[in-house]
């Protein structure tokens, strides 16, 4: 008997703060029958409440700078005031939803990333996902709810990446369940033209990706997303597909990454 399918689905900052699409994804994540795991960012919203704190926020290539200061808007704002908010909206729906951030029950434990050209500061890189965990709450029909928020074994907060996040719970979570994994964001894929909407690539594998690349058809934000997807796939993931608040509808239009 094959392994039980899990989905682990990651949601971008700006579909959250569209109310409507985030109605409608909430009701499609909260129909799907099998297990799942919701990982959701939340930048722009932690940029806009800086700002109103008085606080810069500094980018350097598209990554924040994060200092002690963003740290605890980061904290505020992905751990309390859009996960609770997600939460609220799945239970709302009949969905047994639990916030998390790494902290709680040591579920994702990371390392401060290393200096080299930029100190990013209180940035963290995974080390280790306590599948163990994750996997006692999904035994008990309780749908895990991270934050992009990991915690070292000294008890540091840190800012995670949110694809490297659900990244990473899919490689884990793939020694136990048959895994999947999902990226939504505002874009209906990865395209061709960012101006054109329809312009999707329905089907990428390495070598396109990286011809793609070479191309600068592939750039900025894309390019760790499609990073995450590639080391999943070679670490026992075995569907990954990018698009829209409407990807987990059926049958529509979308990129699928594949080996």
Do not use: W
């Amino acid at each position: 008997m094959g392994k039980q399918v899990l989905k682990v689905v990651k949601i971008g900052g700006k579909l959250i703060e569209d109310e409507n699409k985030l109605r409608e994804f909430l009701k499609d994540f909260s129909a799907l029958e099998t297990p799942k795991i919701l990982i959701h960012g939340g930048g722009s919203m932690a940029t806009k409440t800086a700002e109103k704190l008085g606080y810069e926020t500094k980018m350097v290539d598209g990554r924040r700078i994060t200092d002690a200061n963003s740290i605890k808007v980061i904290t505020m704002v992905y751990g309390g005031l859009i996960n609770k908010n997600i939460v609220a909206k799945l239970q709302a729906r009949g969905t047994n939803a639990i916030g998390l951030c790494g902290a709680d029950g040591a579920s994702i434990i990371s390392k401060k990333r290393e200096v080299k050209e930029v100190d990013f500061g209180f940035v963290g890189d995974i080390v280790e996902v306590n599948s163990s965990f994750i996997s006692s709450l999904l035994e008990q029909n309780i749908i895990p709810v991270f934050s992009a928020i990991s915690y070292s074994g000294d008890g540091q907060l840190y800012n995670t990446n949110g694809d490297s996040v659900a990244a990473e719970v899919a490689k884990a979570m793939s020694a136990i369940y048959d895994t999947e994994l999902d990226f939504c964001f505002e874009k209906k894929g990865v395209l061709t033209d960012v101006e054109n909407d329809e312009s999707i690539i329905e089907e990428i594998d390495e070598q396109l990706y990286k011809q793609l690349m070479n191309r600068g058809i592939i750039s900025e934000g894309m390019l760790p997303k499609l990073h995450n997807c590639f080391q999943a796939l070679q670490h026992g993931v075995t569907k990954i597909r990018l698009g829209d608040s409407n990807l987990l509808k059926k049958n529509l239009i979308h990129t699928k990454i594949v080996k």
